[in-house]
């Protein structure tokens, strides 16, 4: 596997949020804190049961409950009222399940990740990487994205991601060097294009998380038969460098283990690039839509992903 030269960078607990933490973030982080501490005294059952129990609870409470109802009816709209209720239940457990995997997880560094983890798919990305172009690594917010992350980064692969600083400055030095302990070295959006094409020339695996509302700027493409707006960012760096395509997806299996697979997006540029960011952006929709319809419980359907109507 060829890994490129690494990059010049800080180390990512010198990275900061750019403000000091209020009274309310230092309560905020010593409350998640203290509950992750607890959680690591207790039985790994219990701990899952206590997770469902806040996302079933967090459900009941209404956060963003409206948001992920109406998601649900675009998605699914031949689908009765009650299995669109209990999916929406089960996204909120799985959230929160994940959530505490991933902290959890994070003391333990690179070992405890491939401890719980199953890479399939790297094969084929070590083969990307000997094309000397660097590889994008694209993912959604399906599964644990995060750990899936760790497992590629965990098992020796040159890895940056693209990520926003988080408001709270504690949780965002905390985050940032949970990530590192993972081989995760993270790119702030903010500086996101020209660090994103020096990871590509330093041949690195890229990642980023693409399906968010990208409001005007964005691409419309097909999501769930609806036109959603897409992050035209990930067309634009493969058009640029030429590094091939690759689609990530971390799912939780019945038997607790995290299957993180990676499989290509092979996709031929034609000399029309406004098209071909059209179809490099609709593939990898229609992709992860896919992989969506086999798990829907372990989508994050939080988000407003249709926010912005094409005008």
């Known amino acids: 596997m060829s890994t490129g030269p690494p990059l010049v960078r800080e180390p990512a607990c010198a990275v900061r949020s750019g403000r000091r933490p209020t009274t309310m973030h230092r309560l905020e982080y010593a409350a998640v804190a203290t509950a992750v501490g607890t959680s690591r005294l207790l039985p790994r059952p ?66 405890a990740v491939l401890e719980q983890a199953v890479l399939e798919g790297g094969d084929l990305l070590s083969d990307a990487l000997d094309t000397n172009r660097g590889v994008i690594l694209l993912a959604g917010h399906l599964g644990n994205w995060e750990l899936g992350a760790a497992t590629i980064a965990s098992s020796g692969f040159p890895f940056d991601a693209v990520a926003r600083r988080q408001n709270n400055p504690l949780f965002n030095r905390a985050i940032l060097e949970a990530r590192a302990r993972f081989g995760v070295n993270c790119i702030d959006r903010g500086d996101a294009t020209r660090r994103s094409l020096e990871s590509l020339r330093a041949n690195r695996v890229l990642t980023l998380v693409a399906d968010q509302d990208a409001r005007d700027r964005g691409v419309f493409v097909p999501f769930f038969g609806r036109p959603a707006s897409t992050p035209r960012g990930p067309a634009v760096f493969a058009l640029r460098t030429g590094a ?41 929709v229609r992709e992860l839509e896919a992989h969506i319809r086999t798990a829907p419980g372990q989508y994050l359907w939080h988000h407003r992903r249709w926010k912005t109507e094409p005008s």
Not at 54 to 69: D, E, F, H, K, S
Not at 247 to 262: N, Q
């Open 46 to 111: 219990m701990v899952t049961r206590m997770a469902e129990m806040t996302g079933a609870l967090g459900y009941r409470i209404g956060v963003r409950r409206n948001v992920v109802a109406s998601n649900l009816r675009i998605a699914f709209p031949d689908r009765p009222d009650a299995w669109r209720a209990d999916l929406a239940r089960e996204s909120y457990t799985h959230l929160t399940r994940e959530t505490i995997a991933t902290l959890l997880c994070a003391p333990g560094g690179q070992p």
């Open 244 to 284: 091939p395509i690759f689609l990530m997806v971390p799912l939780r299996r019945p038997d607790d283990r995290l299957h993180v697979r990676v499989q290509p997006l092979p996709f031929e540029p034609t000399r029309n690039a406004e098209a071909d960011m059209y179809e490099i952006t609709a593939l990898y």
